[in-house]
Nanobody, 123 residues
Framework: QVQLVESGGGLVQAGGSLRLSCVGS????????MGWFRQAPGKEREFVAA???????YYTDFVKGRFSISRDNAKNTVYLQMNRLKPEDTAVYYC?????????????????WGQGTQVTVSS
């Protein structure tokens, strides 16, 4: 069992930056693949980025070059650094974990979810 708690969301102007954090509990955290998803009002939850236990990384196209995912297994924490934010990045951002060592893009592949953190980008 893994419990996840996100933090770091907030209100930022377009072009600004935020860093989201997700702290996980459980001694198996470091072997999990971690993902970030987001859900805007009226839209489906969508994949943003994922990182495996050994830091293999995958990004969705609309965040490449702007967002960066990383993890610190000693702290059971995964991060999402978001730069050059745009109003269309406004959403609730969720951290998720899957107990496998491979990247997955579908939310159905993730077993554990945090409660989400709101990111609002003003124009």
């Amino acid at each position: 069992q893994v419990q996840l708690v996100e933090s770091g969301g907030g209100l930022v102007q377009a072009g600004g930056s935020l860093r989201l954090s997700c702290v996980g509990s459980g001694r198996t955290f470091r072997s999990n693949t971690m993902g970030w998803f987001r859900q805007a009002p009226g839209k489906e939850r969508e994949f943003v980025a994922a990182i495996t236990w050994d830091s293999s990384i995958y990004y969705t196209d609309f965040v490449k070059g702007r967002f960066s995912i990383s993890r610190d297994n000693a702290k059971n924490t995964v991060y999402l650094q978001m730069n050059r934010l745009k109003p269309e990045d406004t959403a609730v951002y969720y951290c998720a974990a899957r107990p496998y060592r491979t990247i997955a893009l579908s939310l159905r592949e993730y077993e554990y979810w945090g409660q989400g953190t709101q990111v609002t980008v003003s124009s």
